[in-house]
């Protein structure tokens, strides 16, 4: 028997002992000679896990890419954030300019330098955000208006859109600027993200 091959008594019970012999210990390595090994310790073939399928469950009949609405919530606050340690930067640099040229010191020094970090902060977040939320919105309403369609139109229109609607309060001209701007801005990104269809299209060419 198995407990033969253990030590007895209390120190057997502390610290046991195995041995070959013993038939919990003969866990086969392999299912058939020529497979794949088989886990020691659960007698399963990990040649049945499949390591290239996605690591999310997508629902049933859904894409497995994410919409244009769910990208929206991380461009918000991702753009949010950037504006944030953008303008706190802006702001320290020219509060230590403003402070010094004062002759600010000590504990009024620091309070003016927080004062135009989080103001400087605060106002570039929400620029960048109030950008953000109607460039996601546009995308929203060109992907759902085309039939569920995303290509690179849509990313083009939206930030056509978004140039217009944020300068449109500031006269035709700077209104068609902005709408150039967030033409070339959105043209870029497009561009940035196809860099590799577009560098194999000009293999293929020349």
């Known amino acids: 028997m198995a407990m033969d091959n253990r030590s007895s008594g209390i120190l057997g019970l502390i610290n046991p002992s195995y041995s070959s012999s013993d038939p919990g210990m003969n866990v086969p390595l392999t299912s058939n000679p020529g497979l794949s090994q088989l886990s ?5 073939d990990p040649a049945y896990l499949q390591t290239t399928q996605p690591e999310f469950i997508a629902l049933e009949g859904a894409s497995q890419k994410r919409g244009r ?9 991702g753009l949010c954030l950037i504006g944030a340690g953008l303008g706190g930067a802006q702001g320290l640099y020219r509060g230590l300019q403003e402070t010094a040229a004062a002759g600010h010191t000590g504990k009024i020094r620091r309070t003016q330098l927080l004062n135009y970090v989080m103001k400087r902060g605060a106002a570039s977040a929400n620029t960048l955000g109030v950008v953000a939320f109607m460039y996601s919105g546009f995308g929203c309403l060109f992907y759902y208006a085309r039939g569920s369609h995303e290509d690179d139109i849509n990313t083009l229109g939206a930030g056509t859109l978004t140039g217009l609607l ?3 309060t500031a006269g035709l001209r700077k209104c068609a600027m902005g709408g150039v701007i ?22 293929q060419r020349f």
């Open 40 to 44: 020691p310790y659960l007698n399963f």
């Open 69 to 77: 609405f769910e990208l929206a919530f991380s461009q918000i606050g």
């Open 182 to 203: 967030g033409l070339a801005a959105s043209a870029a990104y497009v561009a940035f993200s196809s860099r590799d269809k577009l560098k194999d299209q000009y293999n």
């Open 166 to 168: 944020y300068k449109s």
